[in-house]
């Protein structure tokens, strides 16, 4: 059976993670895959995660396996981070939380929720959203639309087309929205935007399911889940998505949870149990390590002030390439305006370059971007600012657009 199969597709971003590696260029750069890298190039160990594990490692405990759903208090912690310690919504016992094998995994636990209790919702993405959205909830069986979001002639939301796809929508059907830091445009809505989107869900009937997978990359922890709380304000239920791989740089340990919004306790437990039975028939139970670490830092006061003390200069840093980036752009006499990355939130912006640019920046210059040009703005650093311009503003001016 083997021997008849064609070799899959290689995945669009960590496929092109792999073809960097490969590249013998000693100057090459990547800005592909979602990492974060200080002004070194490298991914740096967080000192609360480093400060954390040695706790963990001195109070070491036996490995015996965790419930379905996970720790009990990282899902608290979890619950905190999103709505705050005095929300009413903990108080009233409306929320349940799953920790999850990455945020990835959360995905995927709510996507086979979805599908198996509710065969007839389809789910609706943002025009663009991130690749891998597609992989998961088609795996798990939905049938996927989409919703206006971005203007790429302005690089900016299509307030109006998303207003209008959103009302579009039947009742019952799913809406996948980024809590933050969008994934690739980098714009968000704001406060008020997210209000009217949250008045919009309600008054159709439409179930969201928010991705946060940035919490704390934007303008801060609290004001990055100012859009859920805003939502939570119109809706009483919805799915959250959280992923901890970025905002406490555990990318290797697969770290986050889905979390369950209710309209009452009851609702929340019932919902809840079909969620670990989904979790039972995938990976029975999740992974501890990563976990252990995210909740010993969110449980202690002083780690938890230092670990959002890393996140303002991580913050300040993708702050300033972005800023270095469009002020280097216009330095070297390139028309083309760049301004607009500056007011964008997160890791990612969509360029403007065309899939045809992309594939002459990687074979000619050897910088690595996703074809659809979305840019990872912390990839790139003080070291490679110079290079990487002179190689855009080559393509911009060589190269037309497809």
């Known amino acids: ?27 090459k750069i990547n800005l592909g895959v979602g990492i974060y890298v200080d002004d070194e190039g490298l991914s740096p160990l967080f000192r609360t995660v480093h400060k954390a594990e040695e706790k963990l490692w001195r ?29 009413p919504l903990i108080a009233d016992k409306r929320l349940r939380t799953a920790q999850t094998p990455g945020g990835t995994g959360a995905l995927r636990v709510a996507g086979d929720f979805l599908h198996t209790r509710f065969p007839k919702a389809r789910i609706w993405f943002s025009n663009p959203t991130w690749n891998n959205h597609f992989n998961v909830f088609e795996a798990a069986g939905l049938e996927i639309l989409e919703y206006p979001y971005f203007d790429p002639a302005t690089h900016t939301l299509d307030w109006d087309g998303l207003l ?86 555990l990318y290797n340990e697969r770290v986050g949870a889905l979390t369950v919004v209710a309209e009452s306790d009851d609702a929340a437990e019932r919902a809840f149990s079909h969620v670990k039975a989904v979790i039972r028939a995938n990976y029975s139970n999740p992974p501890a390590h990563g976990a252990l670490i995210v909740k010993t830092i969110l449980a202690e006061d002083d780690l938890r002030a230092e670990w959002e ?14 800023e270095l980036f469009a002020a280097t752009m216009k330095q070297k006499g390139v028309e083309q305006d760049f301004s607009f990355m500056i007011d964008q939130k997160g890791m990612f912006s969509l360029s403007g370059l065309s899939r045809e640019q992309v594939d002459w920046l990687k074979r000619e210059k050897a910088v690595y971007m996703v074809g659809s040009g979305r840019v990872n703005v912390a990839g790139m650093t003080a070291r490679n600012m110079n290079a990487l311009c002179d190689a855009v503003a080559e393509v911009l001016a060589t190269v037309n657009v497809g």
């Open 59 to 87: 109070g070491a405990q036996p490995k015996a396996y965790l419930p379905i759903s996970g720790s009990v208090e990282y899902g608290r912690a979890v619950q905190k981070l999103i709505f705050s310690a005095d929300s």
């Open 309 to 322: 003390a890393e996140l303002v200069v991580i913050r300040g840093r993708v702050q300033q390439m972005r």
């Open 164 to 249: 209008a796809g959103l009302r579009a929508i039947p009742a019952g059907d799913v809406v996948l929205l980024h809590g933050c830091c969008h994934n690739p445009t980098g714009v968000d809505p704001s406060p008020a935007q997210w209000d009217e989107i949250g008045r919009v869900l309600a008054e159709h009937n439409l179930f969201p399911l928010v991705d946060l997978a940035y919490q704390g990359f934007g303008d801060g922890v609290d004001e990055d889940a100012e859009g859920i709380r805003i939502l939570a304000r119109h809706l009483p239920e919805m799915l959250i998505c959280s992923s901890f791989s970025k905002n406490f740089g």
């Open 1 to 27: 059976m083997l021997e008849t199969l064609p070799m899959a597709p290689a995945d669009p971003i960590l496929g092109l993670t792999e073809a960097f590696k490969k590249d013998p260029n000693p100057n």
